[in-house]
C-alpha cells in the first residue's frame, strides 16, 4: 500500500493536481486489485487489519473542524446551504445515472433475447 501511495504522490507532483496522493494511490490500488480479478490469499489478513483501524483515518479531520469551530460557528448558515445542495445534486445525479444504466441493461437483455 506504501508503494501506491507513493506513486500517487509522485503523480501529483508530477502534473500537480489538486488531489491528494493517498487518493490517487487508492485508487491505483482498486484497479489494479479490479483488473487482477483473483483475490490474493494474502491481502485477507492485511485488509481485516486495514478495516479494524480505518475510523483513525478521520481523526485528523475531526481535528481540523476543531481547529476551525469558531469559523464554522460565523459561517454556518453558508455550510449548512452548501451542504442541502449538494446533497440534493448527488441525489439527482445518482438518480439520473441509476436510470441510465437501467435503460442499457434493458437494452442489453432485449439485445440478448
Keep these: 500500500m506504501l508503494v501506491y501511495q507513493l506513486i500517487g ?4 507532483l508530477a ?3 489538486p488531489v491528494p496522493g493517498p487518493v490517487i494511490g487508492m485508487f491505483l490500488l482498486l484497479m489494479t486489485l479490479l483488473l487482477r480479478q483473483a483475490w490474493s490469499p494474502y491481502l485477507v489478513e492485511p485488509a481485516q487489519q486495514f478495516l479494524r483501524y480505518l475510523s483513525l483515518f478521520f481523526v485528523p479531520a475531526g481535528v481540523g473542524v476543531m481547529v ?4 464554522i460557528g ?4 453558508s ?12 441525489l439527482v445525479v445518482t438518480a439520473w ?17
Excluded: D, N, P, Y
Excluded at 476551525?68 to 469559523?71: D, V
Excluded at 445515472?97 to 441493461?105: E, H, S, T, W
Design 9 to 12: 504522490e509522485l503523480i501529483v
Design 15 to 17: 502534473f500537480g493536481w
Design 68 to 71: 476551525h469551530l469558531t469559523r
Design 74 to 77: 460565523e459561517e454556518w448558515l
Design 79 to 90: 455550510i449548512l446551504v452548501a451542504l442541502v445542495i449538494s446533497t440534493l445534486v448527488s
Design 97 to 113: 445515472v441509476m436510470l441510465g444504466l437501467a435503460k442499457l441493461l434493458q437494452k442489453a437483455k432485449l439485445g440478448a433475447k
